[in-house]
């Protein structure tokens, strides 16, 4: 807990969940339930939801970490719990690579456990965990990733400040989020498609729509580019950049543990 922050100002604090306000403290078993009710179909919305364009944006993520082939190198994917991000990395890394996958949410880690391919049997492990508290020692790792998670995180300075704690010198954060799209006309049509399509489409798939209107609130409620970025800084990070991709409905922020 950050140095000011007692837990009676977080019993009395609030936050958005979506568009409404919540108790600060309640924020995380909320998100919970959500991950909870999408877990089993949350690749198949994500192919549906961005016409298979996530599958792009990771990509762009793996490449622009570039693990190295010749070393040992130790990796945590954060909130990334069905291991789309985390097989991606080791298939790219060399045989020394070794990615935990950290999740909160304990039904999002079984379908990563469940698609782990037996290749990279004794390469990766996935481990229920909470970003904003890490359950590792100082300077752990050589690189820290958290594709569309952070925006789900109650306390985001808390985990980018855990995130700076246990990178090593010379580590490298990537962080890939749903940002504002900036280009004129596709920002209607991308807030009509999300706000509509998007919660119908869910609703068919998996059932109930209201988890994916909660997922486009939280987008929308996710701070700005400049905004974040200067939070990145305020944990310490270095050399701080971001690249938006699509038209701006995707932002990649990069930083580096100087």
């Given at each position: 807990?950050?140095?000011?922050?007692?837990?009676?100002?977080?019993?009395?604090?609030?936050?958005?969940?979506?568009?409404?306000?919540?108790?600060?403290?309640?924020?995380?078993?909320?998100?919970?339930?959500?991950?909870?009710?999408?877990?089993?179909?949350?690749?198949?919305?994500?192919?549906?939801?961005?016409?298979?364009?996530?599958?792009?944006?990771?990509?762009?993520?793996?490449?622009?970490?570039?693990?190295?082939?010749?070393?040992?190198?130790?990796?945590?994917?954060?909130?990334?719990?069905?291991?789309?991000?985390?097989?991606?990395?080791?298939?790219?890394?060399?045989?020394?690579?070794?990615?935990?996958?950290?999740?909160?949410?304990?039904?999002?880690?079984?379908?990563?456990?469940?698609?782990?391919?037996?290749?990279?049997?004794?390469?990766?492990?996935?481990?229920?965990?909470?970003?904003?508290?890490?359950?590792?020692?100082?300077?752990?790792?050589?690189?820290?990733?958290?594709?569309?998670?952070?925006?789900?995180?109650?306390?985001?300075?808390?985990?980018?400040?855990?995130?700076?704690?246990?990178?090593?010198?010379?580590?490298?954060?990537?962080?890939?989020?749903?940002?504002?799209?900036?280009?004129?006309?596709?920002?209607r049509i991308y807030d009509a498609y999300s706000f509509t399509a998007v919660p119908a489409l869910g609703k068919v798939v998996t059932g109930d729509g209201e988890p994916y209107r909660y997922l486009v609130e939280s987008i929308r409620k996710f701070p700005r580019p400049a905004?974040?970025?200067?939070?990145?800084?305020?944990?310490?990070?270095?050399?701080?950049?971001?690249?938006?991709?699509?038209?701006?409905?995707?932002?990649?922020?990069?930083?580096?543990?100087?």
């Amino acid at each position: 807990m950050q140095a000011g922050r007692t837990q009676g100002d977080d019993a009395a604090a609030e936050t958005h969940f979506g568009y409404t306000t919540v108790p600060l403290g309640e924020k995380q078993s909320m998100v919970d339930e959500v991950f909870h009710k999408v877990a089993n179909r949350y690749d198949l919305m994500n192919d549906l939801m961005s016409a298979g364009l996530h599958r792009a944006w990771k990509e762009a993520l793996v490449s622009t970490l570039r693990p190295p082939q010749l070393k040992p190198y130790r990796h945590l994917d954060v909130a990334g719990g069905t291991g789309d991000v985390a097989f991606r990395v080791l298939d790219a890394a060399g045989p020394q690579a070794h990615v935990t996958v950290l999740d909160i949410n304990a039904d999002m880690l079984a379908v990563g456990r469940e698609r782990a391919p037996a290749r990279l049997e004794g390469r990766i492990d996935f481990v229920e965990g909470n970003a904003e508290s890490l359950p590792y020692p100082d300077k752990s790792f050589d690189a820290y990733t958290i594709a569309f998670g952070i925006r789900n995180v109650p306390r985001i300075d808390l985990a980018l400040a855990e995130a700076y704690r246990v990178l090593k010198r010379g580590g490298r954060f990537l962080c890939l989020e749903f940002s504002h799209v900036d280009v004129p006309v596709l920002d209607r049509i991308y807030d009509a498609y999300s706000f509509t399509a998007v919660p119908a489409l869910g609703k068919v798939v998996t059932g109930d729509g209201e988890p994916y209107r909660y997922l486009v609130e939280s987008i929308r409620k996710f701070p700005r580019p400049a905004v974040f970025s200067a939070m990145i800084r305020e944990a310490g990070f270095g050399r701080v950049t971001d690249r938006p991709m699509s038209g701006g409905i995707v932002r990649l922020h990069s930083a580096w543990k100087l």
